[in-house]
């Protein structure tokens, strides 16, 4: 709405300028005040549930749970978290190297829980066959070969549903890692 009102006070000067009219109708005017919406963060007892949903020992449940603590730790945007490469994980070091916006290369660090679970998703990635094809670091299920960015995305809202959690999107892990940061 603000745009909008920006927009129209430029039109107003600039036909005033013009000489078509002796004054904009919107120079006594004040823009409108547009409510702060919040963004909605994960709660804890929800993060707790959704883990809870990861609990198995298969490659799918240790894959999204490691997806989920990496999404929760580093707040990356879904994008940087699909590319990871094996080679991309450092747990000597706790960190993940992104190629952020931008094209930049940085290094994110990541807490101890989940590095553990980077390192169970990795005992149980290396025994799968497509693990010696490729170097992406998130296999997709039943053999389908990588796990794209989209798949991440259909995971989460799959999880979220089975968490009780609507329309749950990678996105929203950004604003609880950044909710999480802010101090007070």
Known sequence: ???VFRALQQFGQWLTEEEDLDRSPLDRMRPPVVPEQPVPVLADDQIRTLLAGCAGRDLVSRRDE??????????????????LTV??????????HILAKGRKGCAVPFGSKTGISLERYLRVRSKDRWAKKTDALWLGEKGRGSFSADGIRQMLWRRGEAAGIKGLHPHQFRHTAAHTWTPG
Request: with cysteine.
């Open 87 to 96: 080679e991309d994980v450092d747990l000597t070091q706790d960190v993940i």
């Open 66 to 83: 490691a997806i989920i603590c990496l999404f929760m730790d580093t707040g990356a945007r879904r994008a940087e978290i699909a590319n």
């Open 1 to 3: 709405m603000s745009l």
